[in-house]
C-alpha cells in the first residue's frame, strides 16, 4: 500500500496534524445523565496514520483515581464535501450511526454529531502548538438548550510520560 508523504497531503489534512502528540489534561466535568459533576484527569495520545490521512486519537479519563471514560477517534478530512470528520468509539458503547463532521474557524475545530439521543457538539481550540482547549455539549433528543458536558486544557508531555492507552 502506498502511503502519502506530509508534503503531498492537503493542506486541511496538514491541520489535523495539530492534534498529534501526547497530551495530559484538567478536565471539568458537568453533572448529566451518565455521571456526576467533578474535576478529572486524562491523557491523551494522538497518531498520524497512512501517511497523515488521518489521525488515531485515544483518550482516557480517569476520577478518583479510576479510569471513568475511555475513546479512540479516528479524525479524517472528507475532501469533496471539505469537512473534518471524526468517527468516535467510546467506553458507553453506543455505536455511531455516522462521523461527527465540522469545520475550521481560524483555530478553533469544530465538530458537531446527532445521533438518536440528541447532538453532541465539540470545539477544539489551539491556543499554540503545546496546548489546547476542548469543550464538549450535549443537546438531548428534543430540547432547544445545550448542556455542558466536559471542558479542558490540554498540554502537551513526552509520550513516555503516559502509560500504555
Known amino acids: 500500500m502506498n ?14 496534524q495539530a492534534l ?14 451518565w455521571t456526576d459533576a467533578g474535576t478529572a484527569t486524562s491523557e491523551v495520545l494522538a ?6 490521512l488521518f489521525v488515531v486519537q ?3 479519563q480517569r476520577r478518583d483515581g479510576t479510569i471513568s471514560f475511555g475513546s479512540h477517534n ?16 467510546d467506553s458507553m458503547g453506543f455505536v455511531p450511526a455516522s462521523p461527527a463532521t465540522g469545520t475550521w474557524n481560524g483555530s ?13 457538539r ?3 481550540i ?23 458536558m466536559v471542558s479542558g486544557v490540554y498540554r502537551r508531555v513526552s509520550p513516555s510520560s503516559i502509560n500504555s492507552l
Request: aromatic share 14%.
Open 3 to 16: 502511503a502519502a508523504s506530509f508534503s503531498s497531503l492537503s493542506a486541511d489534512h496538514q491541520r489535523l
Open 20 to 33: 498529534v502528540g501526547a497530551w495530559r489534561g484538567e478536565e471539568e466535568v458537568a453533572a448529566t445523565q
Open 47 to 52: 497518531e498520524a496514520q497512512f501517511g497523515g
Open 58 to 60: 485515544r483518550y482516557r
Open 74 to 89: 479516528v479524525f479524517g478530512f472528507d475532501q469533496p464535501n471539505r469537512l473534518v470528520t471524526m468517527h468516535q468509539f
Open 108 to 120: 478553533e475545530l469544530n465538530l458537531e454529531r446527532s445521533s438518536p439521543r440528541g447532538a453532541a
Open 122 to 124: 465539540v470545539t477544539y
Open 126 to 148: 489551539f491556543d499554540d502548538a503545546d496546548t489546547y482547549r476542548m469543550r464538549l455539549h450535549f443537546k438531548p433528543a428534543g430540547s432547544d438548550g445545550w448542556q455542558d
